[in-house]
């Protein structure tokens, strides 16, 4: 078989990028390892940038964000602090034994919440929009054009990448051997994917940053008992409150990275969640119900170069993770393939060679603004345990940095600008 774009991976970076392509004029094939049910069953990401939601609704797929989604101006900022506090999570961390006695950072401790509107600062704003609603969207456009694809594909194999006649061969869920030829192939495989490792070694670096904690994150059946999502700092660790819907609630707290799922029972979460987001302080509550999903999540930014090598392009998580403070994840796999899709059409309808050329300088200039950022988020807001070198001077500095974001007009404007989005050609 013969097409113009082989694409792997239907993830929303592939399927994203078959629509696009779709609507250029471009023929794409989509080879995906998973069936469509669990495509569409993942849970991940659930914050849109005003530029994906420009960009969905642009591409004719904004009709459900608008009905569905939630609109939020800004995040609250949040710290829960005090000299003793502070100490005494030194203290704790230093005696674990007895860390987990003591709940939360206790009597004279103050917690603060400062509401950070990116709309005032920056005249934009983001989307509570989950991730499986945009697959499910894209999902449907891809069937209603008719486009093709083969999930449940095994052994996917990308062959001849650096010369004029690339191919991708696999195993479809019939067992029936496939072979599809392409002008381009483009690895939107996520992260475990066979495309990056097609780039020889010897033409490929990476940059990798593994953090000393990760989230454990919950869904629960249960009403947001906030407006906008709020990020906590706290002596015990980070927590964070999002939400997926008006009766769902998305929760995570920090924990080590090499942490048990088994050790934390339903109580032990809301307990941590109640004393990091500061329920019964100053007036707030923090509502409780049945938990239906907990998943420990591995934190860690990584950048694979080139995003290019020969008739080969990655987009999303194929070449770039970000931990997930930032919300990036998925708005980057969405301006991956914006600017892939115009190169490529550029590149096989009108005969451009120049943004295929660009698209790897181009794509990676916005992937490191994202990553600092979604490094700066995460290093602001997470507790580095001692035994890991965490250290009060670092508490200090985090606590400092807070109280600038929150309170002087370039520090929220410039967290606000990169929290609802560069523009996709950044
Ligand atoms: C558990 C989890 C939670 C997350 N939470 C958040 C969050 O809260 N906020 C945030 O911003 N981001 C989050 N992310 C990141 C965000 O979901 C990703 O950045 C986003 O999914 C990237 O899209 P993608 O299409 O590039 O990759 P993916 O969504 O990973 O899609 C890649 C696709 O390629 C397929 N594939 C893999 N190997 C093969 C193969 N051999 N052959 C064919 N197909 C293959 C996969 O099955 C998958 O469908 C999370 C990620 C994970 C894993």
Redesign the pocket.
Known sequence: MRTQVVI???????LLLSHLLDRAGVESVL????SPDH?AG?I????LESSSVDLLTDVGLGKRIAAEGDEHRGIYLQWTDSPRAVARAVARAAARAEARAEAGAGAGAETQRHHLDFVDHVGRSVWVYG?TEVTKDLMEARQAAGQQAYYE?SD?TLLDVDSERPSVTFTDSHGVPQRIEADAVAG???????SRTAIPSASRRTWERVYPYAWLGVLADVPPSTDELIYAWHPDGFALHSMRSATVSRLYVQVPPEEDIAGWSDDRIWDALATRLGHGRNGWSLQQGPITEK?V?PMRSFVSTPMRHGRLFL????AH?VP?TG???????IADVTLLARALSAWLVDGSRTLVDSYSEDALRRVWRCTHFSWWMTSMLHTVPIEKGGDDFDRQLQLSQLRWVTSSEPGAAGLAENYAGLPIGF
């Open positions: 792997i991976g239907a993830g929303p970076a592939g080879v995906e390892r998973q495509v993942r991940r990401a659930g914050v991730q594909a996917v939107c495989d996520g992260f475990h994917g066979p998943a999540l987009a999303g998580d194929a993770i997930p919300a990036k994840g998925l708005n980057l796999a």
